[in-house]
């Protein structure tokens, strides 16, 4: 079974750093793309995010200088670096598993249930 | 970036209902349009990819048609676990964008 365990959440000033964690189990995580994709509150499902097998990486524009999406396949974890971090950062940010090798690969097949991150002063 | 439009934004129905949700790409995207289900607190879930295929596991009431600009996800026979928000995002070019959502309720 696949499970992908979100880390690394909580409450940040504005211009503060975070770095999220996503564990990953149950499959071949070297295989696969993976992405974040964020829900701020009372909002919908944005794409944050995405980075092939191979270390291939996009971002939204409005995170592009200051998200940097990373993985480790020996220790099967994928990372979000998250620098200067605004007001409108803030959201429940969802590690997915992209359902082939590319970068470009958004049917996104299983979800982490989410890490909550706060950006306040 | 593609737009995509779902609608309604909300819709009330019963038990046994059939429930359709439209999706509106602001140009072609041909089939690359996924369906998923959101669940308050939970991971969500992908029903249908390339538009109209069920995603392994998913039940055999929701399916997916369409192609181009305009896409449909059905709910057959409304359960009460079918309550919830369902979303549609197109995978066409980077960035993917998502539907602002559908929320069923009963």
């Known amino acids: 079974e696949v499970q992908l365990l979100e880390s690394g959440g909580g409450l940040v000033q504005p211009g503060g750093s975070l770095r999220l964690s996503c564990g990953a189990s149950?499959?071949?995580?070297?295989?696969?793309?993976m992405s974040w994709v964020r829900q701020a509150p009372g909002k919908g499902l944005e794409w944050v995010s995405a980075?092939?097998?191979?270390?291939?990486?996009y971002h939204v524009d409005s995170v592009k200088g200051r998200f940097t999406i990373s993985r480790d396949n020996s220790e099967n974890t994928l990372y979000l670096q998250m620098n200067s971090l605004r007001a409108e950062d803030t959201a429940v940010y969802y590690c997915?598993?992209?359902?082939?090798?590319?970068?470009?690969?958004?049917?996104?097949?299983?979800w982490g249930q989410g890490t909550l991150v706060t950006v306040s002063s | 970036d593609i737009q995509v439009t779902q609608s309604p934004s909300s819709l009330s129905a019963s038990v046994g209902d059939r429930v359709t949700i439209s999706c509106r790409a602001s140009?072609?995207?041909?089939?690359?349009l996924n369906w998923y289900q959101h669940k308050p607190g939970k991971a969500p879930k992908l029903l249908i990819y390339?538009?109209?295929n069920l995603q392994s596991g998913v039940p055999s009431r929701f399916s997916g048609s369409g192609s181009g600009t305009d896409f449909t996800l059905t709910i057959s026979s409304l359960l009460p676990e079918d309550v919830t928000t369902y979303y549609c995002?197109?995978?066409?070019?980077?960035?993917?964008?998502f539907g602002q959502g559908t929320k069923v309720e009963i």
């Open positions: 997915a598993k992209g359902s082939c090798p590319s970068a470009g690969c958004y049917r996104f097949d299983s």
């Open positions: 149950g499959f071949s995580f070297s295989s696969y793309a």
């Open positions: 980075i092939s097998n191979s270390g291939n990486s």
């Open positions: 140009q072609s995207i041909g089939s690359y």
């Open positions: 390339a538009a109209s």
């Open positions: 995002q197109q995978t066409y070019s980077t960035p993917p964008t």
